[in-house]
């Protein structure tokens, strides 16, 4: 699959070459936190050679630090750049794994706080079962009319990237449709993305390029929570420059 004249622009559908499942390597990959019903989550990253940590501030809180990329996942990150014609910094991802307890979330943005300028978003998807029925990924266009918009099957051993440019113009969200609510199955997402915020831990603090990075006092995190809102709604929202972090994890070195 690739590439479709279907999509909008910045949107792109891709397929890996067909191969093993990696379902059950990178189920085993990382430490999992509970992240609601029936899903699973962690936050892995590619440690620079200065020991900058690719930051990507989101409003998920973890108890656990992030995890450096194991070889599972620079392979699958080789794979994706490869065949997504992506450049050479694919260094922070989300992990995900959802059972069929979990059918669906809120619309929304990445946040694009840290994530670099001209990159783009690339979704892993593979399966338990790769003969079940796809989860399906749902746009909508912010400034669009209310249930306008499309979806991308999100099929196993498959990619859909995304520019940040899109990432503007859409919301989106996963979900799995009624017809394959009927088959027990589990999901396995890789988010791929690429931090312009490095962190470097020195002396049991984290340090931004301009300062420490802190966790965020209450008065924050609810000014955090209303440029989130903003981000999802507004086609040009750009966040001011934060010093803090509501995740705890966001200031631990990586394990």
Known sequence: ?????????????HALPAGENPFAELLGSVRWEEAGRGRRAAV??????????????????YAHPAQRFRPVHER????????????????????????NACTGMGAHSDLALDLAEGSSVALYSCYRD????PRTLRFEPKDGVPGEGFG?????????????????????????????RAVDNEWLGVTFRTSATPVHHRDGRAHLPDGELLPATEEQQ????L????????????????????????LLPPV
């Open 1 to 13: 699959m690739h590439p479709g004249p279907d999509l909008p622009d910045g949107i792109r559908r």
């Open 44 to 61: 892995i990253v590619r440690v620079g050679e200065d020991g900058g940590v690719p930051l990507v501030r989101t409003t998920a809180r």
């Open 76 to 99: 699958l990150a080789g794979e994706v750049r490869e065949h997504a014609a992506l450049p050479d910094g694919l260094d922070n991802a989300l992990v995900e794994v959802y059972t």
């Open 130 to 133: 790769p003969a079940g029925p």
């Open 152 to 180: 991308v099957p999100l099929a196993h051993h498959g990619l859909v990237v995304f520019s940040l440019a899109a990432n503007r113009r859409f919301r989106h969200r996963i979900v799995l449709e009624p017809p394959a």
């Open 222 to 225: 609810r000014e955090f929570h």
């Open 227 to 250: 440029l989130r809102r903003r981000e999802n709604r507004e086609t040009d929202f750009g966040y001011p420059p934060l010093a803090y972090t509501v995740s705890a994890s966001d």
